[in-house]
């Protein structure tokens, strides 16, 4: 029998294109890091502290990382995103999306 500690799954889903992402723990607490701020550049050192839980912070390249594998799920073209912003040098950003209209008839 195995120690390895079940993960809970949350999932979202992405009105625009009738999805359904699976996110793990991990992503579900980035992602709601990120909204919490919304607006706001949240750099990778503080990502790593709050999301990750390290106090001893050797390499941020774990928040990149994870930003893509998040872009993939959320994102209609992860190459193009429109959610989740990069501040080259200082970090990343959640952007709400501006608002849309529905066309008049």
Same mark, same amino acid.
């Given at each position: 029998? *195995?120690?390895?500690?079940?993960?809970?799954?949350?999932?979202? =889903?992405?009105?625009?294109?009738?999805?359904?992402?699976?996110?793990? %723990?991990?992503?579900?607490?980035? &992602?709601?890091? &990120?909204?919490?701020?919304?607006?706001? /550049?949240?750099?990778?050192?503080?990502?790593?502290?709050? /999301?990750?839980?390290? *106090?001893? &912070? +050797?390499?941020?390249? +774990? /928040?990149? %990382?994870?930003?893509?594998?998040?872009?993939?799920?959320?994102?209609?073209?992860?190459? %193009?995103?429109?959610?989740?912003?990069? /501040? %080259?040098?200082?970090?990343? *950003? &959640?952007?709400? +999306? =501006?608002?849309?209209?529905? +066309?008049?008839?």
């Amino acid at each position: 029998m *195995s120690n390895i500690p079940c993960r809970r799954v949350r999932r979202i =889903a992405n009105t625009l294109e009738k999805r359904t992402s699976t996110l793990t %723990h991990r992503d579900f607490e980035l &992602l709601r890091y &990120l909204a919490e701020r919304r607006g706001t /550049v949240v750099s990778r050192r503080e990502l790593l502290r709050a /999301v990750w839980g390290y *106090s001893d &912070l +050797p390499d941020t390249r +774990p /928040v990149d %990382h994870a930003i893509v594998r998040l872009r993939r799920k959320i994102e209609l073209d992860p190459h %193009h995103p429109r959610f989740i912003r990069t /501040v %080259h040098g200082d970090g990343y *950003s &959640l952007i709400a +999306p =501006a608002a849309t209209t529905a +066309p008049s008839k």
